[in-house]
C-alpha cells in the first residue's frame, strides 16, 4: 500500500521482524522422589490385604491398607504421571498391646512414602530379626513356604507384595524404572485398570528367593537348587495336619498352620 509523505524525512529506521520469544524448557523432577507433604483430602485408591502368619506364638492375622496417589513430574522436559503408595494405614479395631509397633511402623512407612524412600524403608525392614525363631509367611513362585526372621520381616515381605502386584516394585522388592512407572500408569488410564504381573513373570526361572524351603532328598541336579542354608531344613510331617514339620528351639514345629510341636 503506498503512503504519501507530506513532511521532510529526517530520519529512518528498518523495521526488524520480531523474535519469538524461547519457552523455557522445564526442569526435570523425578516423580518417584517429588516430597508429598501430607496426605491429600478426600478419596484414595487403596488396597486391603489380610496377612497371616504363624511364628513361636501360634498364627497371627492382621488387616492392612495402602493407598495410592498420581504423582506428577518432568523427565527430559516432559511432564509425566506415576501411582505412589502414600499411606499405610492399620485399623483400628486390631489396637491391642501387641499390635502398637505395627501402627508404629505404619506411620513411619507413610512419611517414607510421602518422602520418596519407601522402597529403601520397606528393604531395611525385611532385615529386622528377633530371637523367638522364624516366622512363616506367604509361598514364594514355587508355591513353597516362605519363612522370615521376624514379624516385622513378615509383614514387610507382605507390603513388598502388594506394591509388586500393583506394579510399583518388582518380584524382589527393587524399585520399578520410573519410565515403566510412566507407562504402567499410561496403560491405567487407557484401560481402565491397574497393571498387572504377566504370566511370563511367574514362568521366570530366577534364583530362588531367601527363606525358600526344599524337601530333603530332592534331586540334587534339578534346576534352581535351593542353595544349602538358605531356608530352614524340613525334618517331618505333622501327625496333625500332615504339614511340613521343621526344627525350632530343638523342637520339630508345625508351620504348615496348626502349630504343633513335640515339645508341646
Request: include cysteine.
Amino acid at each position: 500500500m503506498a503512503v504519501e509523505i507530506t513532511s521532510k524525512i529526517v530520519g529512518y529506521r528498518i523495521k526488524q521482524q520480531e523474535q519469538a520469544v524461547p519457552v523455557p524448557e522445564l526442569q526435570d523432577e523425578d516423580p518417584l522422589t517429588v516430597r508429598i507433604p501430607s496426605r491429600p483430602e478426600g478419596t484414595l485408591e487403596a488396597v486391603s490385604e489380610k496377612i497371616s502368619y504363624v511364628g513361636a506364638e501360634g498364627r497371627k492375622k492382621v488387616y492392612l491398607l495402602v493407598s495410592f496417589m498420581p504423582v506428577e513430574g518432568v523427565i527430559g522436559s516432559k511432564r509425566v504421571v506415576i501411582e505412589r503408595p502414600v499411606e499405610f494405614f492399620f485399623p483400628s479395631g486390631q489396637l491391642s498391646s501387641e499390635h502398637q509397633w505395627i501402627t508404629a511402623t505404619m506411620r513411619s512407612l507413610s512419611l517414607a512414602a510421602r518422602g520418596g524412600y519407601v522402597t529403601q524403608a520397606v528393604a531395611d525392614l525385611r532385615k529386622v530379626a528377633w530371637d523367638k525363631g522364624l516366622v512363616r509367611c506367604g509361598m514364594n513362585r514355587w508355591n513353597k513356604p516362605m519363612f522370615h526372621d521376624s514379624e516385622v520381616a513378615a509383614i514387610a515381605w507382605s507390603i513388598q507384595q502388594i506394591l509388586y502386584r500393583r506394579g510399583f516394585l518388582d518380584r524382589d522388592g527393587n524399585q520399578v524404572p520410573v519410565e515403566k512407572l510412566v507407562e504402567r500408569y499410561a496403560h491405567r488410564m487407557a484401560h481402565g485398570h491397574a497393571w498387572q504381573p504377566g504370566a511370563e513373570e511367574d514362568a521366570n526361572d530366577a534364583p530362588i528367593e531367601t527363606g525358600a524351603v526344599e524337601t530333603i532328598g530332592g534331586d540334587k541336579a534339578t534346576k534352581g537348587k535351593k542353595p544349602e542354608g538358605s531356608g530352614p531344613a524340613i525334618v517331618g510331617n505333622c501327625p496333625e495336619c500332615r504339614g511340613e514339620l521343621i526344627m525350632m528351639d530343638g523342637c520339630p514345629t508345625c508351620y504348615a498352620g496348626c502349630g504343633w510341636s513335640k515339645c508341646g
